[in-house]
């Protein structure tokens, strides 16, 4: 049974990897007042783009690091669409992903089902490696596990809400006329913070065929940028609570896993549906049980909204 809890763990900690890369950096660009669309297509071209420079230069650094480039400038493409020329956002995010899905089934069509030799290795930390269930799950895993789940959620708090920089951030999201006059650049702070978010969906999507499922075919990325704006919306656009709803979420997906691979009595087809389901329930949970909270989890109140410095 130890054995059992410890795998499953170890299977939600790696799947929830992927959404809270990808919920980070849309946190990030929706607390500046702009919803990107465009995640799920980001991570396509993340993904593919890992799969193809790993098997160029042979090093998961380096395919890491040209997602997350791919990522910005998909990123910057959306930015320039819904910040500067003031597009619907909506429109901009889901031609981003229509884009980034066709580019990365044309680009990957010669990698599709070739596995990646080269992945990221794993590391073990003494002592706490060794605590029962959850030490080998968080503490034995992949190299990017702590970055994902400690280092990223903790900076990204501490500038969001203990920094004047964090302060300026939000109100740009909250306010941009007022922030406008207070001297903050709202359209440069919102066009790099996109930019940022979409190279974090790129990394998200490297994660995941380079770590989570090393092998690159059509449709792998499979609604999990869709997956990731529901767990924004569940953590209240708070960088701590999307990292635990991510993992919340990596451990609906290993239980349908473990379900298959038990032969529980249970139709295949709804332990595949588990996760989406999961994700229905994330959107309806916030109404009915944090209705008292509906002002601290709020949306920023210009999100989605552009701003015309000449009319405010």
């Known amino acids: 049974m130890i054995m059992l809890l410890t795998g499953m763990l170890a299977t939600a900690v790696l799947a929830g990897g992927v959404l809270a890369l990808a919920a980070l950096g849309e946190v990030l660009a929706e607390r500046v007042g702009v919803t990107n669309l465009g995640v ?4 396509a071209l993340g993904a593919v783009t890992a799969v193809m ?4 230069v042979h ?14 400038v998909g990123g ?8 500067v020329m003031r597009a619907n956002q909506v429109l901009c995010g889901l031609a981003t992903t229509f884009m980034g899905l066709g580019l990365s089934t044309a680009l990957g069509h010669s990698y599709a089902g070739q596995p990646v030799e080269t992945t990221f290795g794993h590391v073990t930390i003494p ?7 959850i030490g080998p799950a968080l503490f034995g895993q992949n190299i990017l596990i702590i970055p994902i789940y400690v ?10 809400f203990r920094t004047r920089h964090g302060l300026n951030m939000r109100a740009v999201g909250e306010n941009p006329a007022a922030a406008d006059a207070a001297g903050i650049p709202v359209m440069a702070m919102r066009f790099w913070y996109v930019t940022l978010g979409g190279a974090m969906a790129g990394m998200a999507g490297g994660y995941l065929t380079l770590t989570y499922v090393p092998v690159w075919s059509e449709g792998m990325v499979a609604g999990r940028g869709w997956i990731a704006l529901a767990l924004v ?10 990292t635990l709803s991510a993992l919340l979420f990596g451990l609906v997906t290993a239980l349908s896993f473990v379900g298959q691979a038990h032969n529980w009595p249970i139709d295949p087809a709804f332990l595949n549906m588990l996760p989406y389901v999961g994700t229905m329930a994330f959107i309806i949970v916030p109404v009915v049980v944090w209705h008292r909270m509906r002002r601290v989890m709020a949306a920023p ?7 015309y410095r000449d009319v405010r």
């Open 40 to 43: 799920e297509g980001l991570m």
């Open 53 to 56: 420079t790993v098997s160029s």
């Open 59 to 72: 090093s998961p650094w380096v395919g890491l690091l040209m997602a997350i480039m791919v990522g910005a």
């Open 76 to 83: 910057m493409v959306f930015a320039f669409g819904a910040v």
């Open 127 to 133: 002592l706490l490696s060794s605590i029962p269930i």
């Open 151 to 160: 280092l990223l959620p903790l900076a990204v708090h501490f500038i969001m």
């Open 233 to 242: 919306i569940f953590a209240g656009y708070r960088p701590i609570i999307v």
């Open 301 to 307: 109140a210009a999100l989605a909204q552009p701003y």
